[in-house]
């Protein structure tokens, strides 16, 4: 299969690969990504493919500015080098995932691209609680958003409320002023009102803090509350196949997250786990009304507590050396600057 997917590569159609004035002699790495790179792909999959090319003399020293090239015909994105780097920074999950791919599934790798490779250590922090925690809520929510929600028991949607507040706010010190853990406690509680089980409840706790940054981060959870009570029209036979698609991404993120909050690790393409992905993608935890059955979401909050964990123990530094990825990155670009690259 992938012998097959390099000739793809010989296709008129991604002659763009050696014309682009960005791509042609600068592209570091090539890959698959999408359902091929996990491992989920199925017969009607796309193949997607993703890569890093180098940023120019003139890109660099000069007037010229390139980021990406995006071509939707063949669904391939190729990153500037310079772009690609803050976004592994933050632990991007469509961009980390980019440098731990199973070994075959790199079309093309150059020296250059190799170095970048080996060094993915140099971009993994606990910036990936928030980055992987962030997409998993989002994939959650629009499952949710997208179901006929009165089918599920209150108390078990505030839970997935509450989940995606605490996620969120690992990021508010990255935009806020900081505030000390207890400062904002959310919690579950019985409600004291008729039509509610249970609701969140919150102690705060702030001395001397900005309004303009409490107004910001009240407005965020605002939202998250706000887009879980919007109840979406579904036409089943479109979207299950989205809806399942959703949920085992969810897990996949999980996965992927645990890997490198434990491990160190960057691991995408998920054979242990394949068969449980499988099961998820083709349906087997949905109910026959377009419903997740209980047991779905069950997983989901082991995999949190998983998370949770992972977080409580990991050895990852809170942000990336910064100085040391510099110092890789100048080592790059100095060598296009000198005309080493071309």
């Known amino acids: 299969m992938i012998e097959q997917i390099k000739n793809i590569l010989q296709r008129p159609s991604y002659d763009f690969l050696k014309t682009n004035e960005h791509l042609k002699n600068k592209i570091m790495f090539l890959t698959l990504a999408g359902s091929y790179a996990y491992g989920t792909n199925i017969q009607t999959s796309d193949i997607d493919i993703r890569g890093c090319a180098l940023n120019s003399k003139t890109d660099l020293i000069g007037m010229s500015h390139f980021e990406q090239v995006i071509d939707t015909t063949t669904d391939t994105v190729i990153y500037a080098f310079n772009k690609l780097i803050p976004l592994l920074l933050n632990c991007n999950p469509n961009c980390i995932e980019l440098l731990g791919c199973k070994k075959e599934h790199y079309l093309y790798i150059s020296p250059e691209g190799q170095q970048l490779l080996q060094n993915y250590k140099l971009f993994l922090s606990q910036k990936a609680i928030h980055s992987f925690g962030g997409y998993a809520d989002a994939q959650l929510r629009r499952l949710q958003n997208a179901l006929a929600r009165d089918a599920y028991p209150q108390a078990e949607k505030e839970k997935h409320i509450l989940n995606s507040l605490k996620s969120a706010m690992y990021s508010f010190d990255q935009r806020y002023q900081h ?14 009102k008729q039509d509610l089980e249970s609701e969140i409840y919150m102690d705060i706790k702030l001395n001397h803090y900005p309004l303009r940054d409490y107004k910001g981060l009240w407005a965020e959870m605002h939202n998250i509350v706000k887009d879980y009570a919007k109840l979406n029209g579904r036409n089943h036979k ?105």
């Open 179 to 192: 505030f000390e853990n207890g400062s904002i406690k959310l919690y579950i509680d019985t409600s004291q």
């Open 238 to 342: 479109k979207d299950d196949a989205h809806l399942n698609k959703h949920a085992m991404h969810l897990i996949r993120l999980y996965l992927m997250c645990i890997d490198i909050l434990q491990k160190g690790e960057i691991n995408t393409y998920r054979q242990k786990e394949h068969d449980l992905l499988m099961r998820i993608r083709n349906g087997y935890y949905q109910n026959n009304d377009g419903t997740f059955q209980k047991e779905f979401f069950e997983m989901v909050d082991e995999y949190q507590h998983k998370m949770e964990q992972a977080i409580k123990h990991t050895i990852l530094p809170k942000k990336p050396n910064y100085k040391e990825v510099e110092d890789f990155v100048m080592s790059i670009n100095e060598k296009v600057i000198t005309d080493v690259y071309r």
